[in-house]
């Protein structure tokens, strides 16, 4: 690994962290794209690496700090967590069979609506 490559990599995941940390996104809005646009990575290779990365930095400190604030719901976790790996493994294996072209609309449509909602919804 380069040096460059390193420190791409050290910036994408102090802004990952902080923005998870702060907002609870990470992984597919910030880790996704910066992969695929500053180190060139293909969809699918983007966002296995991104799942691999959000397994014990977010899921345990973050949440600490969330859980002694008071700001936790531990049987909504559990359960949406417990769901998340259902669907991860189906989200998986559906994008794995997808063409990378389309991956790259899908996910760029995701996040487009994602962002209208957000800036005209209530």
Not at 38 to 54: H, W, Y
Not at 70 to 81: N, S, T
């Amino acid at each position: 690994m380069d040096t460059y490559t390193l420190v791409v990599l050290i910036l994408i995941g102090i802004a990952a962290g902080t923005l998870g940390g702060m907002f609870g996104v990470g992984g597919g809005l910030i880790i996704v794209p910066a992969l695929m646009l500053a180190l060139n990575l293909g969809p699918k290779e983007a966002q296995g690496t991104s799942v691999a990365v959000m397994l014990p930095p977010i899921g345990i400190l973050a949440a600490m700090n969330y859980y002694k604030a008071g700001y936790l719901d531990i049987k909504y976790a559990l359960v949406i967590a417990l769901a998340f790996i259902v669907g991860g493994w189906f989200g998986s294996k559906l994008a794995i069979s997808l063409p990378d072209v389309l991956m790259k609309k899908i996910f760029a449509g995701f996040m487009l609506l994602t962002a209208l909602k957000m800036l005209f919804g209530k």
